[in-house]
């Protein structure tokens, strides 16, 4: 046998007995299970195309729970997700959801305000008020007065790239966000507001500061209206813990 094919051989027979150490050194820990997640969602800035990657670490554990089994599913399309995701059990998903739900990680500073005084007074009407008369809610009404999310099952608005904002209200509006027989009250709101509207909301919300509060994402003390409660049903019931 040559020298080559030896060293060849010795190092295959290396490999194979190597390669159960390395496993043994991997720890079996949610931290390092979700890894795969944290490539899109990880803690740098979000610029340029990772604009639409939210920020996810510190989000209500209920939230993050229900988009995982939305995406799981196919109530909500992203391939790279769906695949991720595929044949996962809800426990499973939970534990995704607390983890990251528990993260302390830091907010990205606001954007420069982009809209002139009349879109910013269009906004904070919408955000402060809504509009009785199309049937829209005021966002502080779902969101909490802070705009930073009512736990388990309402998301924050602030700390979000204005680009992100205006995808996801498109989304709502055309479809490509929700999809099939599951109602859904942020697309029934989203399809009553013109695209105006929808550009002054998206930068008024990303040039806000976070307010600074270690209870800012977790709404303590802080109930959904019941009237907006009964709106937003189908968001509620998914959130039970099956554990």
Known sequence: MSPSVLVKSALIVLLFIGLPAIAREIPDTTE????????????????????YYPRIAGKPEGYLFNQLRNFRDGRRHYRPMALLLEGLPDGYLWEMAEYFSSLKQAFPPPEPMRASSPK???????????DAGRNIPACVGCHGKD???????????????????????????????????????????????????????????????????EERHA??????????????????????SPK
């Open 32 to 51: 390092e299970r979700v890894k795969a997640c944290i490539i899109c969602h990880g803690p740098e800035d979000k610029k340029g195309r990772d604009e």
């Open 120 to 130: 910013v007074k269009i906004a904070r009407k919408l955000i402060d008020h809504g």
């Open 147 to 213: 705009l930073m999310g009512i736990a388990p099952f309402i998301p924050g608005l602030l700390g979000l790239p204005r680009v992100y904002i205006m995808a996801q209200f498109g989304n709502w509006q055309h479809g490509a966000l929700m999809r099939g027989r599951t109602p859904d009250c942020m697309s029934e709101i989203a399809k009553k507001l013109t695209t105006e509207e929808v550009s002054a909301v998206a930068m008024w919300l990303a040039a806000q500061p976070v307010p600074d509060s």
């Open 219 to 240: 709404g303590a003390g802080v109930e959904l209206p019941k009237r907006l409660a009964r709106r937003c049903a189908s968001i509620i019931p998914q959130a039970n």
